[in-house]
């Protein structure tokens, strides 16, 4: 041990020496370039991290993100869909803005599977999203509301949602097919289904670390007007192209 | 033939169909919510939910895809694991993540399809010619010149019965099992049905020891005949254990979401082996993980994971999925294995803990007190495990939510069983609805329930007396228990304490369950109850045990004996301290 702090007290002789051999000017160059890359590379981060740019596909397994997420980039749903097991994940630019003229700012779209076990996905992508589309099944709403609700509630009380007041919209999926519900049903359900959730959504104890905010008003019965971020409610069918609804927000919310 | 034949893409997107665009993926969803995000071993083969078709499903991590074959389960298609592997290859090579549309691959397809039903006949025809002269020599005579002509029958005789008995046999190997009728000319059925039998065989005398009815004269000759076609069986060895039989193939029939709890790879840096670890970490751009790679990652978080009391056999079966989700993927650059394994395991951790529906009781409840009905709530579970205390815990925080509850002291045979409970609802202040002792628990819930009606009560907790797995007389009171009662929820109490011995708990009760009732849709285990959580410290590998082997999720966490030490499971903090 000693030997090397003997040894690197002659290598800190050693350099001092050279230094002082240095021409001042040179030093004062040095010194000011580095500065001036340190200075740069912090204002460009500063710059970059304020405006998250990334929209957020979530929904329950089955009402269609995968399908709208790949309507938004090709403009076609291909060859079908199955359940994701896995985020789909991409930068690009909107199909329909592709023969824009000028310069178009590309999107960055995460679907995130909607598979109970795969929430924990959710968690991550949340707190860069710039904006959240709510998928719905408008053709079998009445079977899945009561989870769909919960799944909206567990957004919407997420710290990071509320704090920077992330806008999102509730996208009546499947519109195209006869027996698909309105948006307005779907709307008033879901408020029900929340108010209910908000009487029996406590934690049992502090074990549950839960990022819960209080909905609503309390008192009152919930409206998606009480919440603090924007919640809009759109409707259209992602395997005909009818997504201009979520074109619109997407537009909206991450500035071209 | 085949009916199917799926390429997608671990995100979602098909594509390439078999049958072009057709809309059959209800199948192929129903496997991947209940089997392939269980993270079941890679390249296996199962049934659907409606047990008529078949599917055989091929994974290759390092492209992130996923290879499905859908055909119907009458014809015994035997190529199928062979063309997966071909199509794979094939596939591997023509892949661009940019492409969406693979129309060319149609024709290969076809080839492909092509040469592996000739393989497929290849190795039918070779087996063939030596089976038949065999019979008569080794086998004592009166018995072989009755085995011969009967071998289709009384094996497909067998084969079915055993099929219905056991349990929902649905691993791959047992899945042609099931039909007795050959189909086509004798002689191609013959080896067909030689093979599959030989196949059977081990795992057959699982159903048998389970009390599945098979003649002895049947049993007999299959002993007989496995000696003398033992040359011939070119079938993988049945890996051991039992349970682990029972255990995938539960998953399948039921249809329950298995939470597969990938064992976490223990990250186990030596000191020679940091240096290469190092290198590889800096160089390690585009290295594919192979096998050998992960076994000594494998085997230590293995052994962490014992010490946390995971029991053995879950261990291994999570190792064994996550090494089979990870090999032939590309290493990340800047990553070493064991931080790729380590990630990997702790993601299927999560993702078993992760309930795969909601539990919140409060709404149920809500629920059904709209209906004007109560809400039923059977606690069941071996002796001494906390049953009765823990329902004065959920008693307390129902009666918190200002809910109405009535206790139902269904424990008829234990000595102050149901003064236990009496002096529980004094001290909460709760109606009691009990019998005294000797009675038919299945009768008190009845009326129990049938008086929470009438009192308009919201939550009745039934309590019963603790049985030991492997009682059957016990066993089949609590199912007709359960099935005369329908509850809401059964809720299993297990203790955090237990080890190995929570993977056969839950298993036996979940079968004898199924088993033991006489409606055709059983009712098995809806959560579990994790009592005596304050007694581990770091311990709480039987969390994970017992998700992972009933697929229930863990509603609650008893941590203590007085009313107020009931809590939800935290899932990150389980798995934080699993893998420390």
């Given amino acids: 041990?000693?030997?090397?702090?003997?040894?690197?007290?002659?290598?800190?002789?050693?350099?001092?020496?050279?230094?002082?051999?240095?021409?001042?000017?040179?030093?004062?160059?040095?010194?000011?370039?580095?500065?001036?890359?340190?200075?740069?590379?912090?204002?460009?981060?500063?710059?970059?991290?304020?405006?998250?740019?990334?929209?957020?596909?979530?929904?329950?397994?089955?009402?269609?993100?995968?399908?709208?997420?790949?309507?938004?980039?090709?403009?076609?749903?291909?060859?079908?869909?199955?359940?994701?097991?896995?985020?789909?994940?991409?930068?690009?630019?909107?199909?329909?803005?592709?023969?824009?003229?000028?310069?178009?700012?590309?999107?960055?779209?995460?679907?995130?599977?909607?598979?109970?076990?795969?929430?924990?996905?959710l968690d991550e992508v949340l707190p860069k999203a710039a904006g959240v589309v709510f998928v719905v099944d408008a053709q079998d709403f009445l079977s899945s509301m009561q989870a769909a609700a919960e799944y909206l509630y567990d957004i919407l009380t997420k710290a990071t949602v509320v704090k920077k007041k992330v806008p999102v919209l509730i996208f009546c999926n499947k519109t195209d097919k006869v027996t698909a519900h309105s948006k307005e049903f779907i709307k008033k359900q879901l408020e029900k289904e929340i108010n209910k959730l908000r009487e029996s959504r406590t934690a049992i104890s502090s074990a549950d670390i839960s990022d819960e905010v209080q909905l609503g008003v309390p008192g009152e019965s919930f409206n998606f007007s009480q919440c603090l971020n924007r919640v809009t409610v759109a409707e259209g069918a992602g395997s005909t192209g009818n997504v201009s609804a979520v074109e619109e927000f997407i537009r909206e919310h991450v500035k071209a | 033939?085949?009916?199917?034949?799926?390429?997608?893409?671990?995100?979602?997107?098909?594509?390439?169909?078999?049958?072009?665009?057709?809309?059959?993926?209800?199948?192929?969803?129903?496997?991947?919510?209940?089997?392939?995000?269980?993270?079941?071993?890679?390249?296996?083969?199962?049934?659907?939910?409606?047990?008529?078709?078949?599917?055989?499903?091929?994974?290759?991590?390092?492209?992130?895809?996923?290879?499905?074959?859908?055909?119907?389960?009458?014809?015994?298609?035997?190529?199928?694991?062979?063309?997966?592997?071909?199509?794979?290859?094939?596939?591997?090579?023509?892949?661009?993540?940019?492409?969406?549309?693979?129309?060319?691959?149609?024709?290969?397809?076809?080839?492909?399809?092509?040469?592996?039903?000739?393989?497929?006949?290849?190795?039918?025809?070779?087996?063939?010619?030596?089976?038949?002269?065999?019979?008569?020599?080794?086998?004592?005579?009166?018995?072989?010149?009755?085995?011969?002509?009967?071998?289709?029958?009384?094996?497909?005789?067998?084969?079915?019965?055993?099929?219905?008995?056991?349990?929902?046999?649905e691993s791959g190997k047992e899945e042609n099992s099931g039909d007795p009728e050959p189909k086509d000319g004798g002689a191609f059925n013959l080896g067909?049905?030689?093979?599959?039998?030989?196949?059977?065989?081990?795992?057959?005398?699982?159903?048998?020891?389970?009390?599945?009815?098979?003649?002895?004269?049947?049993?007999?000759?299959?002993?007989?005949?496995?000696?003398?076609?033992?040359?011939?069986?070119?079938?993988?060895p049945v890996d051991g254990g039992k349970v682990t039989d029972h255990v995938v193939v539960k998953k399948g029939v039921q249809g329950q979401s298995q939470v597969d709890t990938d064992e976490n790879v223990g990250d186990g840096p030596k000191a020679e082996g940091w240096f290469s670890s190092v290198f590889q970490s800096i160089a390690g751009g585009n290295t594919v993980i192979g096998k050998s790679d992960l076994q000594p990652t494998l085997k230590a978080l293995k052994d962490r994971l014992m010490t946390k009391k995971v029991a053995e056999e879950i261990a291994e079966k999570l190792c064994e999925s996550v090494a089979a989700s990870l090999e032939g993927k590309k290493l990340g650059s800047f990553t070493s294995i064991s931080s790729t394994v380590q990630a990997a395991m702790e993601e299927a951790i999560l993702r078993i803990l992760t309930p795969g529906r909601s539990i919140d009781i409060l709404r149920d409840v809500y629920a059904a007190k709209e209906r004007e009905?109560?809400?039923?709530?059977?606690?069941?579970?071996?002796?001494?495990?906390g049953k009765s205390t823990n329902l004065a815990k959920v008693a307390y925080w129902l009666l918190q939510h200002d809910l109405s509850v009535t206790l139902a002291a269904c424990d008829t045979f234990r000595s102050g069983a149901v003064e236990q409970l009496r002096t529980h609802a004094r001290r909460l202040q709760i109606p009691i609805f009990e019998k005294g002792y000797e009675r038919d628990p299945a009768v008190v819930a009845k009326q129990a329930i049938q008086e929470a009606t009438r009192t308009k009560s919201d939550?009745?907790?039934?309590?019963?007396?603790?049985?030991?797995?492997?009682?059957?007389?016990?066993?089949?009171?609590?199912?007709?228990?359960?099935?005369?009662?329908?509850?809401?929820?059964?809720?299993?109490?297990?203790?955090?304490?237990?080890?190995?011995?929570?993977v056969d708990q839950l298993t036996q009760f979940n079968q004898k369950l199924a088993d033991l009732s006489a409606v055709p849709a059983a009712r098995l285990i809806d959560g579990i109850l994790l009592s005596k959580f304050d007694t581990v410290d770091d311990k709480v590998g039987a969390a994970l045990s017992m998700v992972y082997v009933s697929g229930a999720p863990i509603m609650f966490v008893g941590c203590g004996q007085s009313y107020t030490d009931l809590k939800k499971l935290n899932v990150k903090s389980i798995v934080n301290t699993l893998l420390k």
């Fill in chain 1, 1 to 121: 041990m000693d030997e090397w702090i003997r040894q690197a007290e002659s290598w800190v002789g050693q350099a001092e020496g050279w230094i002082r051999q240095q021409p001042p000017e040179q030093i004062y160059v040095a010194a000011a370039v580095v500065a001036i890359t340190i200075l740069l590379l912090i204002t460009v981060s500063c710059l970059k991290s304020s405006k998250p740019n990334t929209i957020v596909l979530s929904g329950l397994s089955g009402g269609g993100k995968t399908t709208l997420f790949y309507q938004l980039r090709d403009g076609s749903a291909h060859q079908g869909t199955v359940t994701s097991m896995e985020e789909n994940n991409d930068t690009f630019v909107l199909h329909s803005e592709q023969e824009k003229k000028g310069k178009v700012k590309p999107v960055h779209i995460v679907d995130v599977p909607g598979h109970a076990r795969l929430k924990p996905k």
């Fill in chain 2, 1 to 169: 033939m085949l009916e199917e034949l799926l390429i997608f893409t671990r995100g979602g997107l098909i594509l390439w169909a078999l049958s072009g665009g057709g809309a059959q993926a209800s199948p192929v969803d129903a496997l991947i919510r209940s089997g392939l995000l269980e993270e079941r071993p890679a390249d296996g083969a199962g049934f659907s939910l409606d047990g008529k078709r078949a599917l055989n499903w091929a994974f290759d991590n390092g492209l992130g895809l996923v290879f499905v074959a859908v055909y119907r389960r009458v014809l015994r298609l035997l190529y199928v694991d062979d063309l997966l592997a071909a199509v794979r290859a094939e596939f591997a090579r023509v892949y661009n993540p940019k492409r969406t549309s693979y129309d060319g691959f149609g024709d290969v397809f076809r080839q492909l399809h092509l040469e592996a039903q000739a393989r497929a006949d290849e190795m039918n025809k070779f087996k063939q010619a030596p089976i038949k002269p065999r019979p008569p020599s080794p086998v004592p005579v009166p018995l072989s010149h009755n085995d011969v002509p009967k071998v289709p029958g009384d094996d497909g005789g067998n084969d079915g019965e055993s099929q219905q008995g056991g349990s929902d046999g």
């Fill in chain 2, 192 to 236: 067909i049905l030689h093979r599959l039998r030989i196949k059977v065989i081990p795992t057959k005398d699982i159903n048998n020891v389970n009390g599945n009815k098979n003649n002895n004269k049947g049993r007999k000759k299959n002993k007989e005949k496995e000696g003398t076609h033992r040359k011939l069986d070119f079938s993988d």
């Fill in chain 2, 373 to 385: 009905r109560p809400y039923v709530i059977v606690f069941v579970g071996v002796n001494g495990v």
């Fill in chain 2, 459 to 502: 939550v009745v907790l039934v309590d019963t007396a603790g049985r030991m797995q492997d009682n059957e007389p016990l066993m089949r009171a609590l199912s007709k228990l359960i099935n005369v009662n329908s509850p809401d929820l059964v809720v299993f109490v297990g203790e955090a304490l237990v080890g190995n011995d929570a």
